[in-house]
């Protein structure tokens, strides 16, 4: 198949109903909604998705792993985790074999915020057109997908890929 080079052929790759463009505005409306729900708890998506993130790991966290699993540079995530912090939903403690790093923690009111926090998502989850959910222990579209971003990490990323695979294939991983 050759492509279309002519400016109308690339206007339709790039246009408003580019698959591309169509992913990342649904992202970001759903992002929105959320947003709209957790403002409830006092959560942005970001907050809620960490607190999340740390309820269900199977370890404590580092900074540097939150923000390679919310898709945040290190120091996005240290505002984010100081806010947390000084609302007394996390606990940032010396790491115990890296006295450069901390581990994250949730605290028990951290808790509760993460369990109503995985109420909102999973029934927005519910809400999502059919087709889009796991199916008989297959993968999900988004999942293909997902996995497609993550290989498409350069190797140079190496350890930021790494963590993104063992977190959401619940693979061990080091920190």
Same mark, same amino acid.
């Given at each position: 198949?050759?492509?279309?080079?002519?400016?109308?052929?690339?206007?339709?790759?790039?246009?408003?109903?580019?698959?591309?463009?169509?992913?990342?505005?649904?992202?970001?409306?759903? %992002?929105? #909604?959320?947003?709209?729900? &957790? !403002?409830? $708890?006092? +959560?942005?998506?970001? @907050?809620?998705? =960490?607190?999340?993130?740390?309820?269900?790991?199977? %370890?404590? #966290?580092?900074?540097?792993? &939150? !923000?390679? $699993?919310? +898709?945040?540079?290190? @120091?996005?995530? =240290?505002?984010?985790?100081?806010?947390?912090?000084?609302?007394? #939903?996390?606990?940032?403690?010396?790491?115990? $074999?890296?006295?450069?790093?901390?581990?994250?923690?949730?605290?028990?009111?951290?808790?509760?915020?993460?369990?109503?926090?995985?109420?909102?998502?999973?029934?927005?989850?519910?809400?999502?057109?059919?087709?889009?959910?796991?199916?008989?222990?297959?993968?999900?579209?988004?999942?293909?997908?997902?996995?497609?971003?993550?290989?498409?990490?350069?190797?140079?990323?190496?350890?930021?890929?790494?963590?993104?695979?063992?977190?959401?294939?619940?693979?061990?991983?080091?920190?």
């Amino acid at each position: 198949m050759t492509r279309d080079t002519t400016p109308e052929g690339a206007l339709s790759e790039v246009g408003p109903d580019a698959p591309l463009f169509l992913l990342f505005d649904a992202a970001r409306i759903l %992002e929105n #909604l959320l947003d709209d729900r &957790l !403002a409830l $708890l006092d +959560l942005s998506f970001a @907050q809620a998705r =960490s607190l999340v993130l740390m309820l269900v790991a199977d %370890e404590p #966290l580092t900074p540097s792993v &939150l !923000a390679t $699993l919310i +898709l945040q540079e290190v @120091q996005s995530v =240290s505002g984010l985790t100081d806010r947390l912090q000084s609302r007394g #939903l996390i606990k940032k403690e010396a790491h115990p $074999l890296d006295r450069r790093s901390s581990i994250l923690t949730l605290t028990q009111e951290g808790q509760v915020l993460a369990q109503e926090s995985l109420g909102v998502f999973r029934a927005a989850t519910l809400e999502l057109p059919p087709g889009l959910e796991t199916l008989s222990g297959c993968e999900s579209p988004l999942e293909r997908l997902r996995d497609f971003a993550i290989a498409s990490v350069p190797l140079s990323l190496a350890s930021y890929k790494r963590a993104l695979k063992a977190f959401w294939k619940n693979e061990p991983r080091s920190t």
